[in-house]
């Protein structure tokens, strides 16, 4: 059930990439253009926006079952849960100990400094 609603969803995630980017541009940002928008009888009616909408209601009902799904034991554990529990059983792995620096002269002028 999980691969069947995963493949719709990366379906439904190109047909929305699509349609979006085939519409028609309303002229730049903070809703500047020729006065069409959204919620304009022009806009109410055009078949890429209510396409636009119907996808994104399909994409979202998606994860949610997506999720609703997993939640229940659809799926296995996850991934940070996998790593954590790896890490608890593994063994500590076996350091030797670094031996000692031994303390060196310091190097001493070969120029003869004048004061």
Do not use: W, Y
Not at 34 to 53: H, V, W, Y
Not at 98 to 111: G, I, L, N, S, Y
């Amino acid at each position: 059930m999980t691969a069947v609603l995963l493949v719709i969803h990366v379906l439904v995630c190109i047909a929305l990439v699509t349609v979006i980017l085939m519409q028609r541009s309303e002229g730049g940002a903070l809703g500047i253009g020729d006065g069409g928008g959204f919620m304009s009888a022009r806009g109410a009616g055009n078949a890429l926006t209510k396409a636009t909408a119907i996808l994104a209601a399909i994409f979202f009902i998606n994860s949610v079952l997506l999720t609703v799904l997993q939640s229940e034991g659809g799926g296995g554990p996850s991934l940070i849960d996998r790593i954590q529990q790896r890490e608890q059983t593994a063994p500590a792995p076996i350091t030797t100990p670094a031996p000692a620096p031994t303390p060196t002269q310091p190097a001493t002028p070969t120029v003869p400094l004048n004061n």
